[in-house]
Nanobody
Framework: QWQLVESGGGLVQPGGSLRLSCAAS????????GGWFRQAPGKEREAIAY????????WYADSVQGRFTISKDIAKNTVNLQMNSLKPEDTAVYYC?????????????????WGQGTQVTVSS
């Protein structure tokens, strides 16, 4: 059974950093596309970062470009999101996802394995 479990969320002050981790079980993330999404209260879910099977295969939403970094740790079978220079508007529930069939995708509908989400709150 393919499963993803996020961790690392919490409360942080504006300008601070957090690192989210997403642990996979039942499959290897090595050859599968991975992504991070977020959903703020009253807003639609948005894609913020994708990673393929190469460290050079990444994509970022404009809202997080230059501040967030997505990566895979093959040894730990995780997809990670390093978040720096956090802003109050980054407050949301963050979800990781993976594609069963694809090594790379920037289409949210092609991600079919999802974690349960972790809350990130940026506030002073």
């Amino acid at each position: 059974q393919w499963q993803l479990v996020e961790s690392g969320g919490g409360l942080v002050q504006p300008g601070g950093s957090l690192r989210l981790s997403c642990a996979a079980s039942g499959f290897s993330l090595r050859f599968n596309a991975g992504g991070w999404f977020r959903q703020a209260p009253g807003k639609e879910r948005e894609a913020i970062a994708y990673v393929g099977n190469s460290e050079y295969s990444t994509w970022y939403a404009d809202s997080v470009q230059g501040r967030f970094t997505i990566s895979k740790d093959i040894a730990k079978n995780t997809v990670n999101l390093q978040m720096n220079s956090l802003k109050p508007e980054d407050t949301a529930v963050y979800y990781c996802a993976a594609s069963r069939d694809l090594a790379w995708s920037i289409k949210p509908d092609e991600y079919d394995v999802w974690g349960q989400g972790t809350q990130v709150t940026v506030s002073s």
